[in-house]
């Protein structure tokens, strides 16, 4: 292994409040510490990442970063010096050349940036990318300026920041503790950390305001896939009747080989088809005995997995039942609340409504139900 990053996700993110860390808050439909991770791989030099995180949380992570090179998280320790050196030796017997530390709060590391640092080791023992400081400095206490402090070479550090594996591994097992930057650990000890230039996008999250600042910075470069779905079965006796994964009253029910939703399998249709990804029946062939009266609820986390994995985002889904009977609008809000949660998106974002054939037609002769659904999609461009 020649390049090895450790992802620090073992911060409380008290600054930004709320109870929940801010390395798994929702970043366009998908937690901030996966954006981090994939966007260390982007440029592809990175061999394998190494999370670090609360132990209550290392299943968690695991999750959330299922399907990348990633190694089975570990716990951190009491500071972040601690988690950094918890992480270094848990990767010393990978016996990587270099390594890059980064933020878990920092997902938006532009394209490049990496590249830019591990180009910087060869010629120094460590490299960050950095921002020079543009605004007028003001030393404060109390509420009230005591002087102006001189920005002249001043820089603003940020992840990930690079180093010879062997060197900081060393630097950590000698330091008392308490850095918070692994660059301090390198210049205290008189070697070189070069400066490589750092972006206005690699914001860290840290206070209210900066996840809707990064989110606001994305979506320009996000493309609108529309995708459609049409689905019909026919009612029968002895058969329960799910309509948008709610179990509708009614005397009859849909056949078919799952539960035969033809709500949600229009909307995995449209789904698939917005990601180009082909429908339902790809995915789950109704050739194969282990989908026969399957929930089709699972059909649908599929299609909102295939969201996620594409970096996706779902603006908004909407679902036309069409039939004579049952009545839909008494059981809609039920519907729409269980799509919204099996999708992980705001009710506000789903639709759901209902139709007749005026008795036309096999809908209108009430032999079954048909469905038909549209949905809208923001896809990495």
Known sequence: MRVAALLMAAGRGERLGGGEPKQFLPLLGRPVLRHAAEALLRDGLVDAIQPVCADEERGRVDSILAGLPVLPAIPGGATRQASVLAGLEALESHAPTLVLVHDAARPAVPAGTVK?????????????????????????????????VP????????????????????????????????????????????????????????????????????LPRMLPRVGTGFDVHRLVEGRPLFLCGVQVPHALGLDGHS???????????????????GDIGRHFPPSQMQWKDAD?????????????????????????????????TPHAPAMIARVASLLGVPEGR????????????????????????????????
């Not at 180009?119 to 005591?146: F, H, N, R, S, Y």
């Open 116 to 148: 830019a640092v591990l180009a910087a080791l060869e010629e120094a023992e460590g490299a960050i990318p950095a921002q020079p400081v543009a605004d007028t400095l003001k030393l404060a206490e109390d509420g009230a300026i005591i002087r102006t």
């Open 151 to 218: 920005r002249e070479g001043l820089h603003r550090a940020q992840t990930p920041q690079g180093f010879r594996f062997s060197l900081l591994l060393s630097l950590h097992r000698a330091a008392p503790g308490g850095a918070t930057d692994d660059a301090s650990l390198l210049e205290a000890a008189g070697h070189a950390v070069r400066l490589v230039p750092g972006s206005e996008e690699n914001v860290k999250i840290t206070y209210p305001g900066d996840l809707e600042r990064i989110e606001a910075a994305m």
């Open 259 to 277: 539960d035969a939703d033809v709500g949600l399998h229009a909307l995995c249709d449209a789904i698939y088809g917005a990601l180009a990804e």
């Open 296 to 328: 089709s609820a699972a059909f649908l986390r599929h299609a909102a997995g295939r969201i996620a994995a594409r970096g996706a985002v779902l603006a908004n889904a909407d679902v036309t039942l069409i039939c004579e009977r049952p009545k839909i």
């Open 350 to 381: 789903i639709s759901v409504k209902a139709t007749t054939t005026e008795r036309l037609g096999f809908p209108g002769r009430e032999e079954g139900i048909a469905a038909q659904a549209a949905v809208s999609l923001l896809v990495p461009a």
